[in-house]
T-cell receptor, first 115, second 114 residues
Framework: EPEVTQTPSHQVTQMGQEVILRCVPI?????FYWYRQILGQKVEFLVS????????KSEIFDDQFSVERPDGSNFTLKIRSTKLEDSAMYFC?????????????FGPGTRLTVL | AQTVTQSQPEMSVQEAETVTLSCTYD???????LFWYKQPPSRQMILVIR??????QNATENRFSVNFQKAAKSFSLKISDSQLGDAAMYFC???????????FGAGTTVTVRA
């Protein structure tokens, strides 16, 4: 069964460093998302991506964040200068299309720890 | 804006018993879907059940069923014959129709007692 994959599973970084979180969505999916979950809290939308551009971004997704789909398979989230409050689980999700009861498939997440 | 509210931070249930998780939501859309996701300790998000708002019949998936009350904007999840493997955090989620961006509730942690 196709699945969304994410690497690394756990990333530890120093405050101020750049991190890149990688995702490989399901191959025929067209819409991609990043969500964030601070430990013990709700899952929050960060950004959606379609047709090689951002569709929408939340207020969390400031200038320190960027996304790209460099090669038609990977979907990356970059944080340029990490802050302590960026420590969270980051989930990538993808969906085949925006019709019916289509399900967003989630990756297993990347746990980001900023020290 | 779409909002989802889960008012029960934690629920405990005896193995083989039934537990009901509550969820209320707000949306201006007339046709929409609602989901319940399960997040076990592995943190993976797993879709448990989905409901289409235009269907009056409540969705059922094996031991999981929903009580969907559209007028009250209520979407509760019932777990019957609870098993130890049901222990997880459960999120109610509402996708926005134009881009399927999900709005999540705060989650309910379910503990199953042996």
């Amino acid at each position: 069964e196709p699945e969304v994959t994410q690497t690394p599973s756990h990333q530890v970084t120093q405050m101020g460093q750049e991190v890149i979180l990688r995702c490989v969505p399901i191959s025929n999916h067209l819409y991609f998302y990043w969500y964030r979950q601070i430990l013990g809290q709700k899952v929050e939308f960060l950004v959606s991506f379609y047709n090689n551009e951002i569709s929408e971004k939340s207020e969390i997704f400031d200038d320190q964040f960027s996304v790209e789909r460099p090669d038609g398979s990977n979907f990356t989230l970059k944080i340029r200068s990490t802050k302590l409050e960026d420590s969270a689980m980051y989930f990538c999700a993808s969906i085949a299309g925006l019709a019916g009861a289509n399900e967003q498939f989630f990756g297993p997440g990347t746990r980001l720890t900023v020290l | 804006a779409q909002t989802v509210t889960q008012s029960q931070p934690e629920m405990s249930v005896q193995e083989a018993e039934t537990v009901t998780l509550s969820c209320t939501y707000d949306t201006s859309e007339s046709d929409y879907y609602l989901f319940w996701y399960k997040q076990p300790p592995s943190r993976q998000m797993i879709l448990v059940i989905r409901q289409e708002a235009y269907k009056q019949q409540n969705a059922t998936e094996n031991r999981f069923s929903v009580n969907f009350q559209k007028a009250a904007k209520s979407f509760s999840l019932k777990i019957s014959d609870s098993q130890l493997g049901d222990a997880a955090m459960y999120f109610c989620a509402l996708p926005r129709s134009n881009d399927y961006k999900l709005s999540f509730g705060a989650g309910t942690t379910v503990t199953v007692r042996a």
